[in-house]
């Protein structure tokens, strides 16, 4: 068979919705199932977590090689978060299986697997805890939705757990506001007690907790990586930036997730930061140490978040900043937006942000004391304070993807795209029911954004992706803007298969190449270095 990115779309696009037999049958077969699942944490991962049981295995493996206490560990571990988490204790008891959510996950409308439902994901681990503690479970069992935990129950876990990219669209849905996602946060949790987990969470936190980044990348190369993306950006543009980095004493801590600076096309949006914070001046540092703003503790469990969110805190404090501006990332936001003020608790050692450009005070992040890049530049646009080109864009026809974590979990739906309209002359919806508080996953983020998983990518990509074909197809959209690291490198394959012709990425890149800098060159490239669209090569401004 050909691999999943192989196959054309019409390949992927029949979803068996026929009966599967009795949900409470957990048996998988990883081995017919390739590329809908991930490869599993590392040794050398795994350990430098100071996770239980490292070793070498693979789903496919008849023998999982589980610790032999592996179910005491288990149950002990669901006992400790029901006293811990009072939503964990109220998400097992409330829901009524009324199907709001059903139809509301990408993986269940890509793949037509009914375990994919958020309603059945999370019965999965609802059937356990009825089972174990409540007093109907002990005494009815099955007849009260209860399930025995052996192992074919934890090696289906594993596999639809990590079929939840944790996006929340289904909470939306939900009449009694339960989060499926805390549910997958806890699984994962559950799971990592005896060393099961993937690789492409353990191994992102391992590097964070060495060099405190994702990428692995060490203080020197960090300096470097810069410097060398800054003289790049001198030849495209003329203007000359010196980097700012560990300086102490600056009034803002500027973070971003590492691909900004390491990966394309992320590095573009990264030199677009850098244009615009020297358009207005503004007194900033980089950390070479608080390296990464993304947070792959959200995909793994409520203590890892908690010291990967704090080390940028902490690094604040040594630095001796004022408050702390972020950039284009998504779970870093949703940590610190629903997660700060009760595992960190508020940062008092700092101020409340307040925009030395405009005097404009952020007073909604008087507990964080953390803006995001959108809302500062919004802000400055706002008070008519950058000098913009939007023409320099008008090759580009451009829609907008709402990253879940942003949107739904900040709130942050207008202000992207004020700066998008101010950079850009040809702005494009997609339709309403795929954006804003609605928005579909690029359904790469938790952690599944890699290529053994390449098909259920894919099948989860199709809503997102067929919203970009109709926009594309519509009105000749061949730029998607995002506002998320996880979108800028799980959306181009999907763009690529689902809706080929559109680019991806981020809205500051569009915003640095509009950007009018004092003593640029005659610009004649975008910051890609790809030629400038001829004047009049395309219409007047259109937002629709």
């Known amino acids: 068979m050909a691999s999943p990115d192989d196959r054309p779309p019409h390949e992927l696009i029949p979803i068996d919705l026929a009966p599967r037999g009795d949900w409470r049958d957990p048996s998988v077969d990883f081995e017919a199932r390739r590329g809908s699942w991930c490869y599993p944490g590392s040794v050398k991962a795994l350990a430098a977590m100071g996770v239980a049981n490292p070793r070498e295995w693979s789903p496919t493996d008849a023998d999982w090689r589980l610790p032999k206490d592996w179910k005491q560990t288990v149950l002990e571990g669901i006992r400790e978060r029901l006293l811990k988490y009072r939503t964990f204790h109220v998400f097992m008891d409330a829901c009524v299986r009324c199907g709001a959510c059903a139809d509301k996950c990408h993986f269940f409308i890509g793949s037509g697997d009914p375990k994919n439902m958020p ?97 692995g990348i060490q203080p020197h190369t960090f300096k470097d990586n810069i410097e060398f993306l800054l003289g790049e950006l001198a030849e495209v543009t003329g203007v000359r930036i010196e980097p700012q980095i560990n300086r102490k004493g600056a009034e803002v801590l500027f973070v971003v997730p590492s691909s900004d600076y390491f990966l394309d096309p992320g590095t573009y949006t990264f030199v677009g930061y850098l244009l615009l914070f020297e358009h207005i001046g503004l007194d900033y540092t980089l950390s070479a140490y608080a390296s990464e703003g993304g947070n792959f503790g959200l995909f793994s469990s409520h203590d890892t978040m908690k010291k990967l969110n704090w080390k940028i805190y902490h690094e604040a404090r040594r630095l001796g900043v004022k408050w702390i501006l972020g950039g284009e990332c998504g779970h870093m936001w949703r940590v610190l937006h629903q997660y700060m003020d009760t595992m960190n608790g508020p940062a008092d050692f700092l101020e409340v942000p307040r925009s030395a450009a405009t005097g404009t005070v952020f007073e909604h992040a008087a507990s964080t004391k953390a803006v995001h890049i959108c809302e500062f530049t919004a802000d400055l646009i706002h008070h008519g304070r950058l000098k913009l080109d939007p023409s320099r864009n008008d090759k580009l026809r451009v829609t907008f993807h709402d990253a879940c974590n942003t949107a739904r979990a900040m709130g942050l739906l207008d202000e992207p795209r004020a700066v998008i309209k101010a950079a850009c002359n040809h702005f494009y919806e997609m339709p309403e029911t795929t954006i804003r508080e609605h928005t579909f996953c690029c359904a790469g983020g938790a952690g599944l954004g890699t290529d053994e998983n390449m098909e259920m990518r894919l099948r989860g990509g199709l809503p997102r992706g067929n919203a970009v074909r109709h926009v594309r197809d519509r009105h000749g959209v061949n730029r998607l803007a995002c506002i998320c690291a996880i979108d800028r490198a799980t959306l181009p394959p999907l763009c690529d298969y689902w809706a080929p012709g559109v680019d991806v990425s981020g809205v500051h890149e569009l915003l640095g190449n509009a950007l009018i800098m004092d003593g640029e060159n005659e610009r004649t490239t975008d910051l890609r270095g790809e030629p400038l669209a001829p004047p009049g090569a395309t219409g007047g401004p259109t937002h629709a």
Request: charged share 25%.
């Open 119 to 215: 309603v059945l994901r999370a019965e999965l681990l609802r059937s356990i805890y009825r089972r174990e503690f409540t007093t109907a479970g002990r005494i009815f069992g099955e007849l009260a939705g209860g399930r025995e935990l052996d192992e074919a129950v934890l090696k289906e876990w594993f596999y639809y757990f990590y079929q939840c990219t944790e996006c929340r669209r289904c909470s939306v849905y939900c009449p009694f506001g339960i989060d499926t996602a805390e549910i997958t946060i806890i699984a994962r949790e559950l799971m990592l007690l005896v060393g099961l987990a993937i690789n492409w969470v353990v191994e992102p936190v391992a590097n964070c907790h060495r060099t405190g980044n994702h990428l």
